[in-house]
C-alpha cells in the first residue's frame, strides 16, 4: 500500500482518482525535495569521509583534510589508501573472522529471540510477566563488571578464545528477544487460532505463522545484530585474550590511530572498508523489511 | 483435571521455548548484572580485584557518597533534560518511515541512505559536526544568510553552556532517525492493506488514516522504539566523550549521568571504583524503570482494539 | 576458598617448577604494546629477535594493543594470565602501583643499576611513593623545537630568533593575530587529559604545592598569569576551542592549513603536516624552543612495567630492560623521532641529524638526545582525577568569564587540599 506523504497535505492524501494530475506531479515534487534533504543530513559526514579517503595524499597540495568545504572536492583520485591499509593491517585474515564472528552471532540472536519471543508475546504460562520484566530489566541495570564476570565464565567452560566464546555471551539479548514480541503482539490473532484448529503444534505456528509475517522484524533485528557485532571491538578484544588469530577486523583497523604517523587518508579508507559491507548488506536486505509492500493494489 | 494438563503442557512447551534465552541470559546477563548490582553495596576496587580480596558489605554507603556528590546530581539532571531528543526523534523516525514506505524510484537508496550516520563512526561524523558547530562554522553561517543571528555576537555552539547539550542532542537525533526508522518500517509492513484500502475509499485523509489506523496498530512497536529511545538517552555517553573529551564540558552542562560511571570505571580501568560505579549504576537503573514504566503505561493495550 | 587454595597449590607448585628446571626448560613472556604496530613492526620484531637470539631459553609473544588496553589488563590479570612486560605511561603507571598491581623494579634490580641506565629525571616519571615501577622507554618533550611556518611570520614583521621567552612567543602571537587573521602559537591550557594549566605555572618558575605539600597556586602571581591567557583568549589570540580540544591536535589540524604560525614540541607533530601538506611540510623551518620563566623543559615518557601477577618476573625484568637499552632506544630513534631516555644518549653519535634541509632530520638531530631535561614537572596529587577535573573546571569558568582568575584559583585551591588524600 502506498502510503502518500502522510502529514504534508491533508488534500493531497484523499483518494488517488479524485486528484487532478497537476497535484500529483506537485506531490511527486515535495515528496522528492524532502527525500533529498534527508539525504544531504545524513550522509554528509559519509561524503566527508569518502572524499577523504579516495583522495591521492600524494597530490593534496595546499589545502588540509579538515579545511571545508575544499576537502571533500579531492584534486586527484586513488585507490591506494585502501590498498594500503588492507595490505599493511593484513585484514584478509581478520575480515574472515569477522565475517565467522558475525554470522554467528546474527545466526544465533535471531534463533533465540524468534524462540524466546514466542511464549512471551502468545503464550499463557505462569513466571511468563517475571520472565519478560527480568529480560527487560537488563536493558537498564548497570554493565560496567560484566566483562571481566564474562571472561571468567567463558574460562570455566573452556570456551576462552574461541569463536563460541566471543559469540555466545551476546546472542540473547534483551532488545531481540524485546523487538520479537513487540512483532508478535502485532499479529492478529486470528491466524494463530485459525492454525491451532487445523491442529498444527506450537512449533508448527512458530514456524509457519508467526515467523514470516515477521520476517520485517527478524531482518531489522537481522541488520541491528550484524552492525553492532560487526563495529564492536571490545568484547571480542577481550574475549580472545588468550588468541588474536581469531580477532575481528574492528580491532585491527585501530591500529591505523597510532600516535606516530597518524595517516587521516588510511582512517578515512578504514572507515569506509568497515562500513561498505554493512551498507551493501543492507541495500539487499531491505526488500525483507519491505516485503508488505510488495502485494499491495496498484492505484 | 483436562484443564490443567493443558496448562502444564504449555508451560513445559513456553518453558522449551525460553531455554535456549534463559541459560545464556542467566549465564552472560543476569549473572553478571546482578553481580554488579551487588557491588554497589560494597568497597570494591581494582586494588581488590588484584590483591584478590573479596568485596567488602558497606550497605548504603556508596549510594551515601554517590547522591551527596554534586557532580553526580549535574549528571542526573542534564540526563534528564536530554530525554527531550526522545519525543523529537520518535515523531521524526516515524514520519520518516512513512515517507520511505513508498514504492517510488530510487527508495532503495533513500532508505540506505538513512542509514548510514546509524553505521558512521562516531569519532568520524564528529569531525564534521564539529565544524559545522564552530564559531566561523556552517550552522552560524546559515544563520546569517537567514537573518537570524547578530554576527559579532555569534559563538560556538559546542562551548555556550546554554547550547552545547542541545548541539549533541541534535547528532544523536541525527545518529538515531535512520535507527528507528527500520523499526517503524518493520512495524508498517504489519498493517493489513486491507484497511487502508477500505479507509481510502471511505475518503479517509492521509493524515486520518495515520491517526486512526497506523497508530493504532504500530502501538507494539512505538512502545518498544520510545522505551529503547528512552533508556538510550538516560545512558547517554559516546556522544558526550567524543565531543568534550569526556569532560562533560563547557562548564559540566553535558556532564551526563553515565559520565560519572564512566569515570569510575570503564573510562578508568587501572583506578576503578567497583562499588562507586556500581551504585550510580543502580541509581541510574531506578530512573531508568521509572521510565520504562512510564512507557508501558502510556502504550498500554485497549483489549479488543486488534483483531 | 576453594579458588584460593587451588591458586595456592599452583604458586607453591610453579615455585618448585623454577627452583627445579629452570634451566633447561624455555619460558615463554608476553609483551604488550600500546598503538606501536603495524607501523614499527620491523623494529620490535628485529628487537625481539635480538634478545631471543642473546637469550636461547626465552621466547617473546608480542601483542600489540590500542584503546582497550587498560581494560584487557584488567581482564587479563583477573583471568591469572598477566602479560610479564606492559607498555604503559605515567597516569597509568601510577594508578596501576598505587591499586598494587605492578612489581617494584628494586624486587628485581638495584636501584643503582637503573639510576646507572636511564636519566634519573625520567626515571623519577615512574617512581611512586618512593619505589620505581616502570622501565623508562621512549620519550618526548613538551617545548622541543619551535617549528613555524616562514610566510606568516614575515608578513606579521615577526622575526623567529628574536623569540626567546614565552612571553616573547605570546607577544609574537599578538602580532601574526592582527596582521595575518592566523593564530600564533596554541598554549595547552585545558587538554582534555591532565591539568594543563598546572604546566603553565610550573614553566614560569610559579610553585604548585609549599612546603607541607599543599597546594598553593593561588597567590597573586598564579592570579596575574591566568589573568594574561584569559584575556588574550577574550581577544582571540588563543582560539576558545582551546577548552575542547588537546593543543596538540588542533595546532595540528590548523598549521596544515595555514591557520597557525608557530608550533612547539616534538618533531612528531611534523609527520602530521608532511602527510595533509607536504608543501607546506617542505616550507617549514625548525629552530630552539622558546622557555618560560623557569627556563625548564617539561616532557614525558612511555615505560615498560611488569604486572605483579606475572609468573616470570625475572625473564621479563631481562627484556624489559634489553627493549629500553640505550642501543635500542638510538635504533628506534631513527625510526621515529622518539626522545631516547637511556642515560648517556646525548652523546650519542647516532642521534645527528642525516639532511640537513629535511625539517624531521633537523627536529630530531635537536631533541633525540635531550632526555636529560625531561622535566617530569610535578607530583599528581592522589585522587587525581577528581582533584585535575575540578581545577579544569575553574580554570574553563575563568576563561569563560564566570569567574574571576582569582576566585577560580581559591576554589581550585581549596578543592584541592580538602581532596587530596
Known sequence: MRQEVAGLSKAAGAGRLRRPRWRRLVARVLNYALLLAIFAFAVFPFLWTLAIAITDKTVVGGTSIYAFPQSLFPKALTLGNFLEVVEKLNLGKYFLNSVVITGLTVLGTLLVSALAAYPLARMSFPGRNLIFGAVVSTLVLPTEIAFIVNVLTLRDLGLLGTYLGVVLPTVATAFGIFLMRQAYLAIPSTLMEAARIDGATEAQILWRVMVPLSLPSLTALGIFTLVGTWNAYFWPSVALLTNDDLLPMSVAILKLKGQFNYDSFNVAAGAMIMMIPVLVVFLLAQRFFMRGTEGAVKG | MHVKRRALTTALIAYAFLAPALVLMGLFTFYPVIYGAFLGFTDYTIADLAAKEPPRWVGFANFAQVLGDPLFQTGVWNSLKYLLVVPVLQVAALAVAVLVNQKLPLMGLFRTSYYVPVVTSIALAAVMWDWIFQKDGFLNWSLRLLHLINWEGRFSWLLNEHTALWAIMLVTFWRGFGYYMVLYLAGLQSIPAELEEAAVLDGAGAWQRFWRITVPLMKPTLLLCSLLSTIAAIRVLEEIIVFTGGSGGPLNSTYTALLYVYNKSWGNMLDANFGVAGAAGLLIALVGFALSYLNFYLTREERGGRA | ?421
Open chain 3, 1 to 421: 576458598m576453594v579458588k584460593k587454595l587451588l591458586a595456592a597449590g599452583m604458586l607453591g607448585l610453579g615455585l618448585l617448577g623454577l627452583g627445579g628446571m629452570a634451566q633447561q626448560r624455555t619460558v615463554e613472556i608476553e609483551f604488550w604494546t600500546y598503538y606501536l604496530s603495524p607501523n614499527f613492526d620491523n623494529y620490535i620484531k628485529g628487537v625481539i629477535a635480538d634478545f631471543e637470539k642473546a637469550n636461547p631459553t626465552v621466547k617473546v609473544k608480542w601483542v600489540d594493543k590500542q584503546d582497550t588496553m587498560e581494560r584487557d589488563l584488567t581482564a587479563a590479570i583477573a583471568l591469572g594470565k598477566a602479560p610479564d612486560v606492559v607498555n604503559l605511561w605515567q597516569d597509568s603507571t601510577f594508578a596501576a602501583a598505587q591499586n598494587g598491581l605492578l612489581t617494584p623494579l628494586t624486587e628485581l634490580t638495584t636501584q643503582a643499576a637503573l639510576e646507572n641506565a636511564y636519566y634519573p629525571n625520567v626515571l623519577s616519571i615512574f617512581t611512586v611513593d618512593g619505589k620505581p615501577y616502570g622501565y623508562p622507554w621512549y620519550g618526548w618533550v613538551d617545548q622541543g623545537v619551535m617549528m613555524y611556518n616562514p610566510e606568516l611570520l614575515a608578513k606579521a614583521g615577526v622575526d623567529p630568533n628574536g623569540i626567546k621567552t614565552t612571553d616573547d612567543l605570546l607577544a609574537a602571537s599578538e602580532k601574526i593575530k592582527k596582521a595575518t587573521g592566523a593564530y600564533g602559537w596554541l598554549p595547552p591550557v585545558k587538554d582534555p587529559n591532565g591539568a594543563s594549566f598546572l604546566g603553565r605555572f610550573f614553566l614560569e618558575g610559579l610553585s604548585i604545592y609549599d612546603a607541607q605539600g599543599k597546594a598553593n597556586f593561588n597567590s597573586a602571581a598564579h592570579v596575574a598569569l591566568l589573568q594574561k591567557y584569559v584575556d588574550l583568549m577574550k581577544a582571540d589570540v588563543i582560539p576558545q576551542e582551546l577548552l575542547r580540544k588537546e593543543a596538540f591536535q588542533l595546532t595540528n589540524e590548523l598549521y596544515s592549513q595555514g591557520k597557525v604560525a608557530i608550533m612547539i614540541g616534538g618533531p612528531q607533530s611534523l609527520n602530521r603536516v608532511k602527510e595533509s601538506n607536504p608543501d607546506l611540510y617542505k616550507k617549514t623551518k625548525v629552530v630552539a624552543a622558546p622557555l618560560g620563566a623557569a627556563k625548564l623543559q617539561t616532557g614525558g615518557a612511555m615505560d615498560l612495567v611488569i604486572p605483579k601477577a606475572s609468573t616470570k618476573k625475572r625473564e621479563a625484568a631481562l627484556f624489559a630492560s634489553f627493549m629500553t637499552s640505550r642501543a635500542n632506544q638510538v635504533k628506534f630513534a631513527n625510526v621515529v623521532p622518539i626522545v631516547s631516555t637511556a642515560r648517556g644518549s646525548e652523546n650519542d653519535p647516532n642521534l645527528r641529524p642525516k639532511d640537513p634541509n629535511d625539517p624531521i632530520e633537523v627536529a630530531k638531530g635537536m631533541v633525540s638526545g635531550s632526555g636529560r631535561f625531561i622535566n617530569p614537572g610535578f607530583k599528581p596529587p592522589k585522587n587525581t582525577d577528581d582533584i585535575f577535573k575540578n581545577f579544569n573546571d575553574n580554570i574553563e569558568a575563568a576563561f569563560l568569564g564566570r569567574k574571576s582568575a582569582k576566585q577560580a584559583l581559591d576554589d581550585a585551591v581549596t578543592f584541592w587540599n580538602a581532596n587530596a588524600k
